[in-house]
């Protein structure tokens, strides 16, 4: 449902700002967008959420101890983790 400029979230809705991101990837030229929501306009939880990265000295242990044991290494890259995690408040995007 489309509301009119200006217009407030509905009842038991919690509303959070959103704005386009417009890049453009000169390597092959692709143009991406994609649709930011402003969740750091919203209260801090209390069960606070971080996402460490692993350091470039770690994964060349973990690489130095796979080589030296003749073991496999697999790897991957979640893009979408939280694209589809289920979301118990009713959120409006505005």
Do not use: C, G, S
């Given at each position: 449902d489309i509301k009119a400029e200006g217009a407030s979230a509905p009842v038991g809705f919690q509303e959070i700002k959103c704005?386009?991101?417009f890049d453009v990837k000169m390597e092959n030229f692709r143009?991406?967008?994609r649709l930011v929501a402003g969740g750091h306009?919203?209260?801090t939880p209390a069960t606070l959420t971080y996402a460490s990265v692993v350091s470039r000295e770690s994964v060349r242990i973990a690489?130095?101890?796979a080589a030296l044991?003749?073991?496999q290494v697999k790897a991957g890259d979640i893009l979408n983790a939280y694209l589809t995690a289920p979301v118990s408040e009713r959120i409006w995007c505005r």
């Open positions: 704005h386009m991101i143009r991406k967008a306009m919203t209260e690489l130095t101890i044991n003749d073991l």
